[in-house]
């Protein structure tokens, strides 16, 4: 298919080239025939002027003296009274009324013109007055046909030479054509494979333009169309990526979402049954409502964070203002110890942590990792935080806990994503926490990282100072 397309075009090719050399070849013939024309009608005259200067002298001094005619008709006129007869010397054809008209007309200076002759042709005559007083003139009339055929071989010669040559053009040229224009084919080949491809279970395009041969520009061609590829191979990737991860995320969010709504709805017609039959459980049942409700909204607030901090105008959640990071922290452990009294905490602050920042959401990323470590380490665990300024903010929450496991490292930002999937959704989050802080911290211009082993987690952000 590549093959016949690309010899399609090769020979559409040959044949607007055969077509621009049918012109170029039509415009030569024609002017190098004029100018072989012209040139030897030129010579006709200058050998018609020769023989009759030749024949003037001669005839003055005795009329008696023969005409060379070379196969020509010659003749010597008398004209009288703007009539001219011929004399007794020369030669003429039966038919010499033309002969005569341009005797008549040289009876002052030489004529020299083109007439037909009757029963013999074009032929080019010459006039010269002789003997002006007694208005003699001599009339040289030499045959065009010479001339013609002459003219009319070597049209026929050019018309074969250039039918030749067109031939050997086109044949050539098809061939020198299809053999450069086939890495085009193989790029329209490659792209019609990519066409008829299935791009919606696998991103990834299953050739690339390739081979050589074709010169500069096809070679650029070339380069650029697998850049171009590449590039859709890319944007496919990443765009399957996301549109799994927002499948998941969804499939997630739902999940979340159902397990509190059904807690309600089932606490609700407890709450029912309870105000008919025994209105001593009401206000239970009223409590457990208000904290699931409680619950789901803390869920939607962190989803619509998310959301918005994925937004392109990623700066729009974000109120700057002139924070210290030192006291951000220092709060946040105030609260973190009043609420786990039985878990030790120790600061490690600098004197001083000032940045651009949003000191709501950056007090957000605190509580979230504090509350991280609380909830996933055994009452008792020791808890340390700290701030330094190290080429710019460096914030380090480290528990003393059992660790993460290897391959739960890669994925603990993930929206959704427990390290333990057996524990309950009332004891553990909401699987947002920490993707929330990811994202706060990303907003911020910073990046967050986690190491972890048996007895020591630590994460660490990093927050440039001159946002």
Same mark, same amino acid.
């Given at each position: 298919?590549?093959?016949?397309?690309?010899?399609?075009?090769?020979?559409?090719?040959?044949?607007? /080239?055969?077509?621009?050399?049918?012109?170029?070849?039509?415009?030569? %013939?024609?002017?190098?025939?004029?100018?072989?024309?012209?040139?030897?009608?030129?010579?006709?005259?200058?050998?018609?002027?020769?023989? +009759?200067?030749? +024949?003037?002298?001669?005839?003055?001094?005795?009329?008696?003296?023969? /005409?060379?005619?070379?196969?020509?008709?010659?003749?010597?006129?008398?004209?009288?009274?703007?009539?001219?007869?011929?004399?007794?010397?020369?030669?003429?054809?039966?038919?010499?009324?033309?002969?005569?008209?341009?005797?008549?007309?040289?009876?002052?200076?030489?004529?020299?013109?083109?007439?037909?002759?009757?029963?013999?042709?074009?032929?080019?005559?010459?006039?010269?007055?002789?003997?002006?007083?007694?208005?003699?003139?001599?009339?040289? #009339?030499?045959?065009?046909?010479?001339?013609?055929?002459?003219?009319?071989?070597?049209?026929?010669?050019?018309? %074969?030479?250039?039918?030749? *040559?067109?031939?050997?053009?086109?044949?050539? %040229?098809?061939?020198?054509?299809? $053999?450069?224009?086939?890495?085009?084919?193989?790029?329209?080949?490659?792209?019609?494979?990519?066409?008829?491809?299935?791009?919606?279970?696998?991103?990834?395009?299953?050739?690339? #333009?390739?081979?050589?041969?074709?010169?500069?520009?096809?070679?650029?061609?070339?380069?650029?169309?697998?850049?171009?590829?590449?590039?859709?191979?890319?944007?496919?990737?990443?765009?399957?990526? *996301?549109?799994?991860? /927002?499948?998941?995320?969804?499939?997630?969010?739902?999940?979340?979402?159902?397990?509190? /709504?059904?807690?309600?709805?089932?606490? &609700?017609?407890?709450?029912?049954?309870? #105000?008919?039959?025994?209105?001593?459980?009401?206000?239970?049942?009223?409590?457990?409502?208000?904290?699931?409700?409680?619950?789901?909204?803390?869920?939607?607030?962190?989803?619509?964070?998310?959301?918005?901090?994925?937004?392109?105008?990623?700066? &729009?959640?974000?109120?700057?203002?002139?924070?210290?990071?030192?006291?951000?922290?220092?709060? &946040?452990?105030?609260?973190? $110890? &009043?609420?786990?009294?039985?878990?030790?905490?120790?600061?490690?602050?600098?004197?001083?942590?000032?940045?651009?920042?949003?000191?709501?959401?950056?007090?957000?990323?605190?509580?979230?990792?504090?509350?991280?470590?609380?909830?996933?380490?055994?009452?008792?665990?020791?808890?340390?935080?700290?701030?330094?300024?190290?080429?710019?903010?460096?914030?380090?929450?480290?528990?003393?806990?059992?660790?993460? *496991?290897?391959?739960?490292?890669?994925?603990?930002?993930?929206?959704?994503?427990?390290?333990?999937?057996?524990?309950?959704?009332?004891?553990?989050?909401? %699987?947002?926490?920490?993707?929330?802080?990811?994202?706060?911290? *990303? #907003?911020?211009?910073?990046?967050?990282?986690?190491?972890?082993?048996?007895?020591?987690?630590?994460?660490?952000?990093?927050?440039? $100072?001159? $946002?």
């Amino acid at each position: 298919m590549r093959q016949w397309r690309a010899s399609r075009l090769g020979t559409r090719l040959a044949l607007g /080239l055969a077509a621009l050399s049918l012109v170029v070849f039509a415009v030569v %013939g024609v002017f190098s025939t004029i100018f072989i024309r012209e040139f030897l009608a030129n010579r006709l005259d200058e050998q018609l002027t020769k023989t +009759q200067q030749g +024949q003037v002298g001669p005839l003055k001094d005795n009329h008696g003296a023969p /005409l060379q005619s070379y196969g020509w008709f010659t003749a010597l006129f008398q004209v009288r009274d703007g009539v001219a007869s011929p004399m007794e010397l020369g030669k003429l054809p039966e038919d010499f009324s033309q002969l005569q008209k341009v005797a008549t007309e040289a009876t002052a200076t030489e004529v020299l013109r083109t007439v037909y002759v009757r029963d013999e042709g074009l032929y080019r005559v010459r006039a010269c007055p002789v003997d002006k007083p007694n208005g003699e003139v001599l009339v040289s #009339a030499a045959p065009q046909s010479e001339l013609d055929s002459t003219v009319s071989r070597l049209i026929w010669i050019e018309v %074969g030479a250039f039918a030749v *040559a067109l031939g050997v053009l086109v044949l050539f %040229g098809r061939i020198v054509l299809r $053999r450069g224009l086939k890495p085009l084919g193989d790029m329209a080949g490659t792209a019609h494979d990519i066409a008829s491809h299935d791009l919606t279970g696998s991103p990834e395009l299953p050739v690339r #333009a390739s081979g050589s041969g074709g010169g500069a520009e096809v070679e650029e061609l070339r380069t650029a169309f697998n850049v171009m590829l590449e590039h859709i191979e890319t944007s496919l990737a990443a765009r399957t990526a *996301a549109n799994e991860k /927002l499948r998941r995320f969804i499939a997630d969010a739902s999940h979340e979402l159902r397990t509190p /709504l059904t807690s309600i709805r089932g606490y &609700a017609e407890l709450f029912q049954y309870a #105000a008919a039959n025994e209105p001593a459980e009401r206000d239970a049942h009223l409590a457990k409502i208000r904290a699931e409700t409680a619950r789901m909204s803390v869920l939607v607030d962190d989803l619509l964070l998310l959301a918005r901090l994925d937004s392109v105008e990623a700066d &729009a959640p974000l109120r700057l203002a002139d924070t210290d990071v030192v006291e951000l922290a220092s709060a &946040a452990a105030d609260a973190f $110890r &009043a609420g786990h009294p039985d878990r030790p905490l120790t600061l490690d602050l600098a004197e001083s942590a000032k940045l651009r920042a949003d000191p709501v959401r950056l007090r957000q990323v605190l509580d979230n990792l504090l509350t991280n470590a609380a909830v996933h380490t055994p009452p008792g665990t020791p808890v340390t935080v700290s701030v330094r300024i190290e080429d710019g903010i460096v914030l380090r929450i480290s528990d003393e806990g059992p660790g993460i *496991a290897p391959e739960n490292l890669p994925r603990i930002f993930d929206r959704f994503y427990r390290v333990d999937h057996s524990r309950t959704r009332g004891n553990g989050g909401t %699987g947002l926490g920490l993707a929330v802080v990811n994202s706060l911290v *990303a #907003a911020h211009g910073g990046s967050v990282e986690v190491s972890s082993g048996p007895g020591r987690t630590t994460f660490t952000v990093r927050l440039p $100072r001159g $946002r």
